[in-house]
């Protein structure tokens, strides 16, 4: 731990590696000599154009990307590709399919809903968006233009832990919250996005692997923005307009990193060992934490817990006394309440430990 940091839990943005760190703060002034650092450099340099180039065959790579899919780079991080899917999906069938599990597979539903029909092919709100039904549940259409979920809810804590299967609709994945912390299933899905600033960066931009069928512009709406259109971005090498250069970099330097740590099975790893320790703590705490969530449901990256039946007074200085071991950022989304731990990449076992041993402490002094 360099001195003066914290272990910081936030749901992102969220904590990165030191090791990339320090490599962008030796890069910062003058980028490998060339005079200038890549936060001031064109996009169109052959420096910046050459680190663009890394970054696109690491995600290839490290992920298995089919070569004939087309990888994206675009801003507005994964909001914006809410309205990209159906703009670029729907076609002529106008209808999609829409497993809601979470608040942001609610998002992506509600927005095709401006552009088509978004189907609710299931949605747990009912019960708080603590489960995923099993497929037999699910009300799929086999004349959908694609089915959507959302692989890891930030807030409420669920994840996928298998690809769904449906049949021959194209399938699409938000994976912004647990993407690069395990292997995936790329050549499964027609369309997966994910804002990078959880597991792979800082924010301000996503990545889209998208299946050729869906990158050439047949199935294009008229009315899509040109800056939505993932024919523009992909024919353009993800630089129609200046992308988001410094954003861009960085990624490319935490790919480097993961390359080197030995891929995504390096942060599955971690992120099971992380999660096993937390979820350890809360089930081994005799009622006096609780996570919601169904277990065979349960999110590796983002975990939420009640302390004391939801006791907000205590929940409020559990917070506060958490500081004092350079515990951040724990407290739950807004509309939630409670607290929440998110567990990227980039925060260390050590701090996951570190979390567990206060937990412990502050049960046995303030348990009735």
Known sequence: MAEGRVYNFSAGPSAMPLEVLEEVQREMVNYKGCGMSVMEMSHRSKEFMAIAAEAEKNLRDIF??????????????????????????????????????????????KECNKYGTGQLACNTKPTKFTTIPQKAEWKLDPEAAYVHYCANETVNGVEFSYTPDVG?????????????????????????????QKNLGPAGMSVGFV????????????????????????????????PACFTMYVMGEYLKYTKKLGGVAYWAEQSDKKSGLLYGAIDGSNGFYNC???????????????INGGDEALEKKFLDEAKKHKLYTLAGHRSVGGCRASLYNGLPLEGVAKLTDFMKSFMDENRK
């Not at 670029?88 to 539903?109: I, P, R």
């Not at 050549?187 to 994910?194: D, G, P, Q, V």
């Not at 990158?215 to 800056?227: L, V």
Request: aromatic residues 10%; glycine residues 10%.
């Open 64 to 109: 298995g990307v089919p070569s004939d899919y087309k990888v994206l780079m675009m801003q507005g991080g994964a909001t914006l590709q809410f309205s990209s899917i159906p703009l670029n999906m729907l076609g002529s069938k106008g209808k999609a399919d829409y497993l809601v599990t979470g608040q942001w597979g609610e998002k992506a539903h």
């Open 211 to 242: 299946r050729p069928d869906f990158a050439d512009g047949s199935k294009e709406m008229k009315i899509c923005p040109t800056y939505c259109s993932w024919k523009t971005t992909g024919d353009n090498g993800s630089m129609y307009n200046t």
């Open 168 to 196: 021959s609709v194209p399938l699409v994945a938000d994976m912004s919250s647990n993407f690069c912390s395990k292997p995936i299933e790329v050549s499964k899905h027609a369309f997966i996005y994910a804002g990078i």
């Open 292 to 306: 919601p969530v169904e277990k065979s449901a349960r999110s590796r990256m983002n975990v939420p817990f009640t």
